[in-house]
């Protein structure tokens, strides 16, 4: 059983920035495909960004260039740092975790999520 824990969501003014972190029940981030993806109320699950095992990124075209997906010191860490937030930012972020790291994307549809953490973000 794997369970992930996030911490980091805040209000925040459009610009800003805010930092998500992720800990997992187990150490995981060596051999599972890690990620993140939010949803704002009325609105269809969007994923946001994946690394896999290797430490290759991806990220969904929305958030390339301001969103960076990273593993911490500790082996069972994740972190999301987010940059420029815009309005259309805000949603409850998930933190997300699949074994299927052959197919590692930030499109993929993680078995395993979080409780998730809110994102405001106020223009």
């Known amino acids: 059983q794997v369970q992930l824990v996030e911490s980091g969501g805040d209000s925040v003014q459009a610009g800003g920035s805010l930092r998500l972190s992720c800990v997992a029940s187990r150490d995981i981030l060596r051999y599972f495909c890690m990620g993140w993806f939010r949803q704002a109320p009325g609105k269809e699950r969007e994923g946001v960004a994946s690394i896999a095992s290797d430490g290759s990124t991806s990220y969904a075209d929305s958030v390339k260039g301001r969103f960076t997906i990273s593993q911490g010191n500790a082996e069972n860490t994740l972190y999301l740092q987010m940059n420029s937030l815009n309005p259309d930012d805000s949603a409850t972020y998930y933190c997300?975790?699949?074994?299927?790291?052959?197919?590692?994307?930030?499109?993929?549809?993680?078995?395993?999520r979080g409780q998730g953490t809110q994102v405001t973000v106020s223009s």
């Open positions: 997300a975790a699949d074994f299927r790291n052959q197919f590692c994307s930030w499109s993929l549809d993680f078995r395993y």
